[in-house]
C-alpha cells in the first residue's frame, strides 16, 4: 500500500480520494480554500458529489507542506488553470523519489504546455529535484460515476515504464482498470481538446439538433484532434484508445460534462460570458482554445471545427452560422480519400 497526497478537494480530487483510499492506501487531500477542508472534514461529504460520504481514513490538510512530506505519490488534482501555481507552492516540499500525477486536463495559453509541461518548468525551479517522474492520468472517467464505483478505464501515461506501472498498481481495483500509454504528450493533448469538442457538442444539442449531428461531430472531431496530435509527433493509436476516442465520447455524450453543458447554454442564446457564469465552475473547454488555435497555426492544420467554436466563443458568430459554415466548407480534405 502506499502512501499518496491529493491536491485538490474538488470532484476528481475526491472521488480519486475515496477510491484510493478504499483500495487501502494512506490517503491525505489539501486544498488552496480553507473552507472547502473545514467543511470535508467536519461533514465527510462533498457538496457536488451528493450521498456519497468520504472514508474517516482520509486526512485533510491546509497545510501544503503537510500533503507532501512522506509521500510517494503526489496527484495534481487542481482545474487546470491552477496547475502552474499549486505545483509552485508544492515545490520546496517535493522530493525526488516522489512520483508526480497530473489528473487536470488542458493546455496553457501562451507557452502551448500541456499539464505535465507545466509542471516540468515548475521544476526547472528546483535542480535538487532533477529526474523526479511525473505521470498523466486521463480518460473517460466522470468523478461523479467513480465516486459511487461504477466500472472505469484511465490511462496511466508516462515515458518512464516503471513510473506508469506503479501508478497502474496504485490506481488499479476492481471498478478502475488501469492501461499504460509512454505517450505522455498526446495522451494529454486528447484530454484537453476533447474539451472544446465537448462544448461544440453541447452547442448542437441546445440548438435543438439530433444523433446524426452528433455522430458527426465526434467523428470529424476526433479526426481533427488527430490530426494536430501526429503533426506534433504524438502517436496516431493514442487518439483512437481510451483517452482519445473514449473521452472525447463520455464528454460530448454526457449530463455530467460541465463543458457540454456550457456549450449547450450557448446554442440556447446565452452569451458566452453568461454560461460560464450560469455553469459556475471552470470551463476548461473554453480556456483551451486560444491553445489550440495557436497551435493550429503554429504546425499549419486545418481544425474546423474548433475554428468553429472559436468564432462562436471569441468572435460572436451565432451558432448556426458556425454549424452552416462546417457544412458549405471547401471539401479539399476528402480529395484523395484523406480521411485523415
Ligand atoms: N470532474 C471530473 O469528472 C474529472 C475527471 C477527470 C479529470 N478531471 C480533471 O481534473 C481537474 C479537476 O477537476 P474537478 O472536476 O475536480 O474540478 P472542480 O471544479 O471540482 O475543482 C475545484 C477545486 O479546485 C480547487 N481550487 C479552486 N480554486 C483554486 C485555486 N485558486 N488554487 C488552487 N486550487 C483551487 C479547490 O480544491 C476546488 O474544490 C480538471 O482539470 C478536470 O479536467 C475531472
Same mark, same amino acid.
Given at each position: 500500500m502506499s502512501s499518496i497526497g491529493v491536491l485538490g478537494a474538488g470532484t476528481w480530487g475526491m472521488a480519486l480520494a475515496r477510491m484510493l483510499a478504499n483500495s487501502g492506501h494512506d490517503v491525505a487531500v489539501w486544498s488552496a480554500l480553507g473552507y472547502e477542508i473545514d467543511d470535508l472534514s467536519a461533514t465527510r461529504k462533498h457538496p457536488k458529489l451528493p450521498g456519497v460520504a468520504f472514508p474517516e481514513s482520509i486526512a485533510f490538510t491546509k497545510d501544503i507542506s503537510d500533503l507532501c512530506s512522506g509521500k510517494e505519490v503526489i496527484i495534481l488534482a487542481v482545474p487546470s488553470p491552477f496547475i502552474r501555481a499549486t505545483a509552485k507552492q508544492a515545490l520546496p516540499f517535493l522530493n525526488k523519489d516522489?512520483?508526480?500525477?497530473?489528473?487536470?486536463?488542458?493546455? =496553457?495559453? &501562451?507557452?502551448?504546455?500541456?499539464?505535465?509541461?507545466?509542471?516540468?518548468?515548475?521544476?526547472? @525551479?528546483?535542480?535538487?529535484?532533477?529526474?523526479? %517522474?511525473? #505521470?498523466a492520468l486521463s480518460g473517460p472517467t466522470h468523478a461523479e460515476e467513480v465516486a459511487i464505483d461504477m466500472p472505469t478505464t484511465i490511462v496511466s501515461a508516462c515515458d518512464d515504464p516503471d513510473a506508469a506501472s506503479k501508478v497502474q498498481d496504485i490506481f488499479s481495483n476492481t471498478c478502475m482498470r488501469v492501461y499504460r500509454n509512454p505517450d505522455i504528450k498526446g495522451v494529454e493533448l486528447c484530454g484537453a481538446l476533447k474539451n472544446i469538442i465537448a462544448l461544440a457538442s453541447g452547442i448542437l444539442t441546445g440548438l435543438g439538433y439530433g444523433d446524426n449531428t452528433k455522430a458527426a461531430l465526434i467523428t470529424r472531431g476526433l479526426t481533427e484532434?488527430?490530426?494536430?496530435?501526429?503533426?506534433?509527433?504524438?502517436? =496516431?493509436?493514442?487518439?483512437?484508445?481510451?483517452? &482519445?476516442?473514449?473521452?472525447?465520447?463520455?464528454?460530448?455524450?454526457?449530463?455530467?460534462? %460541465? @463543458? @457540454?453543458?456550457? &456549450?449547450?447554454?450557448?446554442?440556447? &442564446?446565452?452569451? #458566452?460570458?453568461? #454560461?460560464?457564469?450560469?455553469?459556475?465552475?471552470v470551463v476548461e473547454g473554453i480556456n483551451a482554445i486560444p491553445a489550440a488555435m495557436q497551435l493550429k497555426d503554429a504546425y499549419n492544420v486545418e481544425l474546423p471545427i474548433i475554428e468553429a467554436v472559436d468564432s462562436v466563443i471569441n468572435r460572436g458568430t451565432k451558432p448556426s452560422d458556425a454549424v452552416m459554415s462546417l457544412m458549405l466548407r471547401d471539401k479539399k480534405d476528402e480529395i484523395g480519400f484523406d480521411i485523415i
Open positions: 516522489q512520483i508526480l500525477v497530473s489528473v487536470a486536463k488542458g493546455i =496553457e495559453k &501562451g507557452t502551448h504546455y500541456t499539464m505535465t509541461e507545466i509542471i516540468s518548468d515548475e521544476l526547472k @525551479n528546483a535542480p535538487e529535484l532533477d529526474g523526479i %517522474r511525473i #505521470a484532434i488527430t490530426r494536430l496530435g501526429i503533426a506534433m509527433g504524438c502517436r =496516431e493509436k493514442t487518439f483512437y484508445g481510451l483517452a &482519445g476516442i473514449g473521452d472525447l465520447i463520455v464528454t460530448a455524450t454526457s449530463v455530467h460534462s %460541465r @463543458n @457540454n453543458t456550457c &456549450g449547450r447554454y450557448i446554442g440556447q &442564446g446565452l452569451p #458566452a460570458e453568461e #454560461a460560464v457564469k450560469k455553469v459556475g465552475m
